[in-house]
């Protein structure tokens, strides 16, 4: 008699455990990364930028013929040649004149028409919008044809009133762009409650957002500035007279097809660059503080 035996089955193999997620290679911390990685890179950059200061200033410095790499024996002889006998002086009187009422006309006209969009609706302004962006992809080289026109009619050629509206002109798109998402940072709210407390439009205006629009006038108000005081076409097609020229046209000035006067030159150089240097080291907080406000629409 044949007899079976019970047969066992044998346990089924347990699976094999998921392979762990691979996790993404976490970045290092600002703590974490080598300073050499931060450090070369900003050195290099700092010696390109420089390195052109310095040799405007060692020729600016060191005496006519001189070829050292050190401005010892300093001289002043350059400075005081561009100043008086180059008439430097009468230039950079001009130019601040230029800038100063550029300044003041651009952020005026900005301030009203940035108002206005930011805060009415008219039928119009998408459009008045577009062309405003639009306009500032022409050339300044492009108006210079009809601007020359109106002032010859005008009779203002050779005068700085002839430059100061150019420069106002071509600085005004971006400046009202700008100012009106400035207006749009500032909550409406607060001049409802300034008409409510019986303060008419123009006085809440001064009162309540004027005081809050002090960053973004400032950035503004230097950009046109500086655009005009470095500015070279509108001088040089609009002004005859070389009392009424600006330093731009005066460093140009310096440099002939026969020769360049490298100290002379250098010099002015030092002298155009040093007031805005030394303006935008008192204003760079609200410069900063300016452009970022008005790049974010409220």
Known sequence: MITKEATVAAPAPAPAAPAPPRLAKKRPAWDEVPRWQVYLPLGVYLVFTLVPFYWILLFSLRPAGSTSLVPWPMTFEHFEKVWTERSFGTYFGNSVLVGLATLVMTTAVALAGGYALA???????????????????????????????????????????SVIIAETVF?????????????????????????VDGCGRLRAFRIVVLPL??????????FAFVHSWNHFLFALMFL???????????????MSADSVDLGALAAGGIIAAVPVVIVFAFIQKWLITGFSAGAVKG
């Open 213 to 222: 629009l002090r960053p973004g006038l400032i950035a503004v108000g230097s």
């Open 119 to 161: 805060r009415f609706d008219f039928k119009v302004k998408r459009v008045f919008m577009l062309a405003l962006l639009c306009s500032q992809f022409v050339p300044g080289a492009l108006l210079l044809v009809p601007l020359f026109e109106i002032f010859a009619e005008l009779r203002m050629l050779n005068s700085l009133g």
């Open 171 to 195: 600085q005004l798109p971006l400046s009202m762009i700008l100012i009106s998402n400035f207006i749009k940072n500032v909550p409406y709210s607060l001049e409802e409650a300034a008409w």
């Open 240 to 254: 005859n007279n070389q009392s009424k020229q600006t330093i731009p046209v005066g460093l140009n000035t310096l």
